[in-house]
């Protein structure tokens, strides 16, 4: 007990004795602080270095070996994964397929998400705890599940094509799966949440004056929404988008079973080649490429508005 | 005015609709007592759920299921809140660096994971097996088991652990009866969030599972790309209710919208 009390007694009053030797004490006072820390760390990293950044690597390093069969000895370092892949119209049209599904996404999930931001923005605490339970909850629930529900609602024989085909609007059922319309809406369904949370928490912090301010000076609601809220809510929009937009590139489940092999998005592609063809390096290197395209469209996307004359909303 | 205000509820219950609409049509859809799978269902039974148990695949399946998000919880959870305790309680260096690590399988593609993992396993003989689907599993768990502790941490008070050593506790006793309870919420949600990460999972299982060793989010997915009957609604709706009594508990511990980074 009467050393705790002079250890607790040290802690606010220093001891005279560092001053006489200080560098040495404090040294050694630095290292015990870390070393904790890092036994606490050592087993998490280890095995992030062991099961994610190593095999990250080394299928970025895969993807510069060219081998014409798999698991042939003559393996050499060379760019012909990556040049096969920009040679190939397929591929190219894969990739370009992907961008595009994956633009529409962030489109639809933007324009069906902003007003639900904009109304928990508007909200007490609590219906906002509501609303983002709501929404957030089928996040919880398994992908195949999702999807699953929309094939009872788009098949040619589902809920929409016979509501439509009851009310004369339609003769023959509209494909609305297996198509790229069908990715679009089992992706937008899927990451809506996202988008919504992502331009929410940026409406939350929007000062409130700011509307009055504008209603005062003569602005019409309509008016001070498109000059004052839309403008300042841009930090959550863009992060919505990226976060959206990322995830519908790499998706895999959706695509196969809303889109399938009418779809032949990037994952679906890259899934094909690693594990039905198993042509490992190629499919390495094409989950590069998915990789590499995400990121610069994001990157340019993300600058584009932190440079345009709203840049200030971004600080 | 406030006809814009009535147009944008408007807007919001549409939108909310949206989201909600797949899972709201599934559980109706599995008591049709048709030989397809139908929304509005066509007349009532309940020969879907047990045609479950009579067919072992699906009874494997969700044992399987539950197994493994339970090892997958468990680890994560272990690995992360010590890593998250080490992030928040002590000065170490690359703090930021760290915690951006611990996080980035978040940003990295299930998809090109399991293209990793599947190609770095086959050698090591862990393609195919439990092992090897339960470290693709840990891994995508730990980045949610770190923000939610690391959120945990946040607002937490060290002069509780500080008072209790100066009252003579020793370190263990110190965690044990401080540290530990106070955080024990976000540990709870931690790992009830990583079981539901797991439990659901498709893309990286995809890459992961063997001919007899398949989880139950696996077998609906083949289910649906073969076969087409009322079987996948009843076997979701057991999904379904299974992740309903977790939403329910992670809402009480947590906040569900708070979890995806969303409410204040």
Known sequence: ?315 | MKALGKLRIAFTVITIIYILIPLLVVIPASFTSANYPSFPPQGFSMQWYTKILERPEFMTALANSAKFALIAAFFSVLFGTLGALAIAKYDIPGKAFITALLTSPLSVPQLVLGVALLIYFTPLMLAGTGMGFLIAHIIICIPYVIRLVLTGLSGFDYNLERAAAILGASPATVFWKVTLPLIRPAIISGGLFAFLTSFDNVTVSLFMVSPDMRTLPIEIFSHMQDAYDPLVASISSVVIFISIILIVILEKLQGVGKMFGGTH
């Open chain 1, 1 to 315: 007990m009467e050393s705790i009390r002079q250890h607790a007694h040290q802690e606010i009053i220093p001891n005279p004795s560092l001053k006489q030797e200080p560098t040495r004490k404090k040294v050694q006072k630095k290292k015990k602080a870390y070393l904790p820390g890092f036994l606490l760390l050592l087993p998490i990293l280890l095995f992030l270095f062991g099961f994610f950044v190593i095999p990250m690597l080394y299928i970025l390093y895969l993807s510069f070996i060219y081998t014409d069969s798999p698991g042939a000895a003559n393996a050499a370092f060379s760019l012909q994964n990556y040049m096969l892949f920009f040679t190939d119209s397929y591929y190219l049209s894969s990739l370009w397929l992907t961008v595009k599904v994956s633009l529409y996404t962030v489109l639809v999930s933007l324009l069906l998400g902003y007003p639900v931001a904009l109304t928990m923005a508007k909200s007490s605490p609590r219906v906002r705890g509501y609303i983002a339970l709501l929404i957030a909850a089928p996040l919880l629930v398994s992908i195949v599940v999702r999807n699953f529900g929309w094939y009872l609602l788009l098949l040619p024989n589902g809920t929409i094509n016979s509501i439509l085909t009851s009310l004369g609007l339609i003769d023959t059922p509209l494909k609305l799966l297996f198509s790229e319309v069908g990715v679009v809406i089992g992706l937008s369904n899927a990451y809506l949440p996202f988008m919504v949370l992502a331009i929410a928490t940026s409406l939350y912090n929007i000062d409130p004056s700011l509307d009055r301010a504008a209603a005062i000076l003569g602005a019409s609601p309509l008016h001070s929404f498109f000059r004052v809220t839309l403008p300042l809510s841009l930090p959550g929009i863009v992060s919505g988008c990226v976060l959206v937009f990322s995830m519908s590139m790499s998706a895999y489940v959706t695509p196969a079973l809303m889109g399938g092999a009418n779809v032949p998005m990037m994952p679906i592609v890259a899934y094909d080649q690693i594990n039905n063809l198993l042509r490992w390096t190629f499919g390495s290197a094409l989950s590069y490429v998915l990789l590499a395209t995400t990121m610069v469209i994001v990157t340019v996307f993300t600058r584009g508005f932190e440079k345009s004359k709203f840049k200030e909303a971004f600080k």
